[in-house]
């Protein structure tokens, strides 16, 4: 199994930026692809990017605004947030795609993103 914690929330004005961090420990070698999902209050959870060796991919909500990107020696994901809008407040979590099942196994704990009007 994998272990999820992330970082980097808070809260910003709209426009600004933040970056997300999501460091796994525990079975490493096991994960297939990295991925940020999010869910605002009262809402569904949204996937917002996921990344892995072939490539990223990202929901068109947040494409040329967000950015996805992974450091394999700290195995580590980041999700890069610019020009954020008030409907991008959300908690943000981070989860793992096993390469055994091909499905997203493990989340974080989430961390809170807020962007003031």
């Known amino acids: 199994q994998v272990q999820l914690v992330e970082s980097g929330g808070g809260l910003v004005q709209a426009g600004g930026s933040l970056r997300l961090s999501c460091a796994a420990s525990?079975?490493?070698?096991?994960?297939?692809?990295m991925a940020w999902y999010r869910q605002a209050q009262g809402k569904k959870r949204e996937f917002i990017a996921a990344?892995?060796?072939?490539?990223?991919n990202q929901a068109g909500s947040v494409k040329g605004r967000f950015t996805i990107s992974r450091d394999n020696a700290k195995n580590t994901a980041y999700l890069q947030m610019n020009s954020l809008k008030p409907e991008d407040t959300a908690v943000y979590y981070c989860?793992?795609?096993?390469?055994?099942?091909?499905?997203?196994?493990?989340w974080g704990q989430g961390t809170q993103v807020t962007v003031s009007s």
């Open positions: 989860a793992v795609r096993y390469r055994a099942t091909m499905e997203f196994g493990s």
């Open positions: 990344i892995r060796s072939g490539g990223t």
């Open positions: 525990g079975s490493v070698s096991s994960i297939n692809a």
